[in-house]
């Protein structure tokens, strides 16, 4: 257990539903990144907060997802009108920007099946 | 892409070392060579990371070479929960900077026998 926790561990929807999905990071950890990862695959960066702020978001985030860190701490990333090319596991890892590389510690994962 | 080349698979017998060997023919000056696991259904796990000297933790030795164009991770003593699939992946840093995000590869599916 790295201390990064996500809820749900698992999501069945249907194609068209919207779907949310939430981190919480290890406690004093400012930056928060969410990866998705299709199987037989690497895990692919979606995007990045540090504190509240979204740095950077990659290509794969389509208009469908936003991802919000209201106050700094938790995160949430929320898929509307789901297809089944989105099912996935989510994943969170959180870290500390101290001034040296860092070290990103991931959470269980949110394993999303659109059908 | 990833920037790191990687065997798909390897086998290891239980008690034994595994090596697993790592290409990073274009790494350059400021970039930490990482590795993580993911053992079946969970979210990555953190093991070493190293620059150019060679590191050591509880988990594993992770030595690179002189050119820093490969790297091996040692498990010095495999047991059947090291199976799993090992990452290794080169990521920059510098002061003041952002060190952004991971870019995983396929990796190596690394299978401990009993």
């Known amino acids: 257990d790295t201390g990064v926790s996500q809820n749900p561990r698992h999501k069945i929807t249907k194609r068209g539903q919207n779907v949310t999905f939430r981190c919480d990071p290890i406690?004093?950890?400012?930056?928060l990144y969410w990866y998705r990862q299709t199987l037989g695959q690497g895990p692919e960066f979606l995007t990045y907060?540090?504190?509240?702020?979204?740095?950077?978001k990659s290509r794969l985030l389509s208009d469908r997802f936003s991802a919000e860190r209201p106050k700094g701490s938790f995160s949430t990333l929320e898929i509307q009108r789901t297809e089944q090319g989105d099912s996935a596991m989510y994943l969170c890892?959180?870290?500390?920007?101290?001034?040296?590389?860092?070290?990103?510690?991931f959470g269980p994962g949110t394993r999303l099946t659109v059908l | 892409d990833a920037k790191t080349t990687q065997p798909t698979s390897m086998d290891c017998a239980e008690g034994r070392a595994a090596n697993l060997p790592c290409n990073h023919s274009?790494?350059?000056?400021?970039?930490?060579v990482y590795w993580y696991r993911q053992i079946h259904s969970q979210g990555p796990q953190y093991i070493i990371h190293?620059?150019?000297n060679n590191e050591t933790n509880e988990m594993a030795s992770l030595i690179i070479t002189e050119d820093r164009k490969s790297s091996t991770l040692i498990l010095p003593h495999a047991t059947l929960r090291d199976t799993a699939v090992y990452y290794c992946?080169?990521?920059?840093?510098?002061?003041?900077?952002?060190?952004?995000?991971?870019?995983f590869g396929k990796g190596t599916k690394l299978s401990v026998k009993p």
């Open positions: 890892a959180s870290t500390v920007s101290s001034g040296g590389p860092d070290t990103q510690y």
């Open positions: 406690s004093e950890h400012n930056r």
């Open positions: 907060f540090q504190n509240e702020a979204q740095l950077e």
């Open positions: 274009t790494i350059s000056g400021n970039e930490y």
């Open positions: 190293g620059l150019k």
């Open positions: 992946i080169v990521r920059g840093w510098s002061y003041g900077g952002s060190q952004g995000n991971l870019i």
